[in-house]
C-alpha cells in the first residue's frame, strides 16, 4: 500500500519547484506539498495559473513510479485526472476531463495539472503532478477564458483538506492499479470521462500542417497509452494529434 507524506507551505514560487529540491526517492510514498499561496504558480507552457491566497487547492505529488514504462506515462496522467473528476464529481455534475487533463464543468475550467517527468532508461524515475483546482474563489480577473470553481457553481464553501484528502485516495488506489499492470480499467473510464467523448462532432482547430488547415469537425476515437489524440474528422480520415497541436473551438 503506498504511503501519503504531506507538507504544508502558506508561501511558495510553486509546490512543482518545491518538490524538485526535495531529497525522497521511497518508491512506496506519495510526497504531497500543498501551499496557501504560490508567487509564481504555472500552467501547461507558460501560462499562469491565476489563485486567491487561501482559496483554493493548489498541490503537487512526488512519485517514483520506476515499474511504468516511458512509452506508457500517460496513463499516470489518466489516473491524476480520473483522480480529480472524480472526487469533484462528489460535490457537482457534469465534471469531465478536456484532453489531456484539465478538468471541466461543462465548458469551463475548474483544475488543470502541470506534470514534469524525469527518465531512467525506458522508465519513469520520477513525476511530479503539480495541480490547481478553483474551490471557493469567486472572481477571476486573470484573461483566462472560462474560469470556475466549486463555489460559484454550488454557492457554498467547500473544506478544501477533505477535498485534497479525497483526490490523494483515489490517486492511490489508481496507482496501485498502473504499478500491477491493470491498465484497461483505467483507460476505459478515463475515455468514458471526456469531454466531448461522446459520438457527436465538434469543432477543432488543427495546428500542424499534416493535414488541412483552419477548423474541422471531428469525432474522439481514442486516447492512446502516450497521449496521442486520435480523432475521425467528417470525411472519415482518422488525425492524430499531440499536445497544442490541435484545439477545441469552444
Request: contains cysteine; aromatic residues 10%.
Amino acid at each position: 500500500m503506498l504511503k501519503i507524506k504531506k507538507i504544508h507551505l502558506d508561501t511558495v514560487t510553486s509546490t512543482n519547484d518545491y518538490l524538485k529540491s526535495v531529497s525522497d526517492d521511497d518508491t512506496d510514498t506519495l510526497t504531497v506539498a500543498r501551499a496557501d499561496f504560490q508567487t509564481k504558480g504555472r500552467g501547461q507552457a507558460s501560462n499562469h495559473w491565476e489563485s486567491e491566497a487561501g482559496r483554493n487547492l493548489l498541490f503537487s505529488v512526488l512519485i517514483h513510479p520506476l515499474s511504468v514504462a516511458a512509452s506508457r506515462q500517460f496513463l499516470l496522467s489518466m489516473a491524476g485526472a480520473l483522480s480529480i473528476c472524480n472526487a469533484l464529481s462528489d460535490s457537482v455534475g457534469d465534471i469531465t476531463i478536456k484532453w489531456p487533463n484539465d478538468i471541466y464543468w461543462c465548458d469551463k475550467k475548474i483544475s488543470g495539472t502541470l506534470i514534469e517527468t524525469r527518465l531512467s532508461g525506458s522508465v519513469i524515475s520520477d513525476c511530479i503532478f503539480g495541480v490547481g483546482v478553483n474551490v471557493n474563489q469567486q472572481v477571476f480577473y486573470s484573461d483566462a477564458p472560462n474560469p470556475v470553481s466549486l463555489v460559484t457553481i454550488t454557492g457554498k464553501e467547500t473544506n478544501i483538506d477533505e477535498l485534497l484528502d479525497n483526490i490523494l485516495q483515489r490517486f492511490v488506489d489508481y496507482l496501485s492499479h498502473i504499478y500491477a499492470n491493470d491498465y484497461d480499467a483505467i483507460r476505459n473510464e478515463y475515455q468514458q470521462r471526456l469531454y466531448r467523448g461522446d459520438d457527436n462532432l465538434y469543432l477543432y482547430e488543427n495546428h500542424t500542417n499534416r493535414y488541412p488547415s483552419g477548423r474541422f469537425s471531428a469525432r474522439i476515437v481514442e486516447v492512446k497509452d502516450d497521449g496521442t489524440l486520435v480523432l475521425q474528422d467528417e470525411d472519415g480520415l482518422l488525425r492524430e494529434y499531440t499536445f497544442k497541436e490541435v484545439s477545441f473551438v469552444i
